[in-house]
């Protein structure tokens, strides 16, 4: 699907970008491989494991998505897009409002303005279940990202620019999670614990991968592609990662939730339920889609994924071999 193809990821340097680009160099054939960032330092770190001497196709664009006249210049002759720059740490985001909406809203607006104007043929964007039902600025910053990516099917006209999403849950040993954190923490003998009913969906960085680049194929523009994950309670996971340190309950912090919702009541009735994934129609009619056709899969119109009432719980030992093979 990607031989010979021009792909650009925003926020390339990151979990997700990093591993994205060792399967894309290992699977593929791209004619180039941009990785666009705004940290030089972690580009240049990149490109140690990276470099254009081994890889000829691979590009590093200093860049940021709040800059629409860069976003122009490094989207010409773009094939495909994976959007995956965002500020989303919760704390940092209550704190700093107003950088997240730049990054996370009006970043969005100029890849979708940027995409069109360059005729780039499709764009995913990475979401989250934050999103959903949003209690906190990330998630509400996330969801408002999401309606753009999905209305930009509307803006791009004749050009037919397609743009979708896949929003997934938390992402096993990703930096600024859960799990390098009591890793970090552990040997001080006590993990603290939010809530003890505490309940998350997981996935790992190369089943994000493989889903987003799934989706590339499936994608007609509209879709919100979720993939079917495990839950498992943070009690169990920090058994995992500690057994024998203290288990100390902290309370819940400003923005979180004791449960997550990757699919809510409001949206069952849009929902197409396949073998191992849902799909999230768009509410507005854009064109026809072949997902018209599919109405038996429909989901019931009371359905709910969360992460309280999964009918998937993620083992310890299954976690503890994910774990492993992230670290590897």
């Known amino acids: 699907m990607l031989n010979n193809k021009i792909v650009l990821i925003t926020g390339g340097t990151g979990s997700f970008g990093k591993k994205c680009t060792e399967m894309i160099l290992s699977r593929y054939k791209p004619k180039k491989l941009i990785i666009f960032s ?20 691979i590009r590093y664009f200093l ?14 002759g773009v094939d495909y897009i994976i959007h995956t720059a965002a500020l989303k740490q919760i704390p940092s985001t209550e704190y700093n409002p107003f950088e997240a909406v730049k990054t996370n809203i009006i970043g969005a607006s100029n890849i979708i303005n940027a995409a069109i104007d360059q005729k780039v043929q499709k764009v995913i964007a990475l979401s989250t279940d934050k999103a959903v039902n949003p209690i906190n ?36 040993c990703s930096r600024g999670s859960v799990i390098p954190f009591f890793n970090k923490i552990k040997k001080e003998g006590f993990l603290p614990i939010t809530d003890i009913r505490m309940t998350r969906f997981w996935i790992s960085l190369e089943q994000g991968v493989n889903f987003v680049l799934k989706s590339f194929e499936l994608m007609e523009g509209g879709e919100i592609f979720i993939p079917k994950l495990p839950s498992m309670k943070i009690i169990n996971l920090a058994n995992v990662i500690c057994p024998h340190c203290e288990k100390k309950i902290v309370g ?77």
């Open 38 to 57: 705004r940290d030089e330092l972690k580009q240049y770190e990149m490109a140690q494991i990276y470099s254009d001497h081994k890889f000829p196709c």
């Open 63 to 76: 860049g940021d998505v709040r800059d629409k006249e860069r976003l122009h210049r490094a989207f010409q």
């Open 137 to 172: 600025l990330y998630g509400a910053t996330k969801l408002c990202s999401d309606k753009l990516f999905i209305a930009g099917n509307v803006y791009s006209g004749d050009v037919r620019t397609k743009f979708s999403v896949v929003r997934y849950g938390n992402v096993i």
């Open 252 to 328: 819940i912090r400003p923005g979180e939730k004791v449960h997550e919702v990757l699919i809510s009541k409001d949206e069952a009735r849009n929902t197409i339920e396949m073998d191992d994934y849902f799909i999230v129609k768009p509410c507005i009619h854009f064109f026809n889609s072949s997902l018209d056709e599919t109405n038996e899969k429909k989901t019931q119109a009371d359905f709910e994924y969360s992460s309280n009432n999964n009918s998937w719980w993620l083992e310890e030992n299954d976690l503890q071999m994910l774990m492993t093979k992230e670290n590897d």
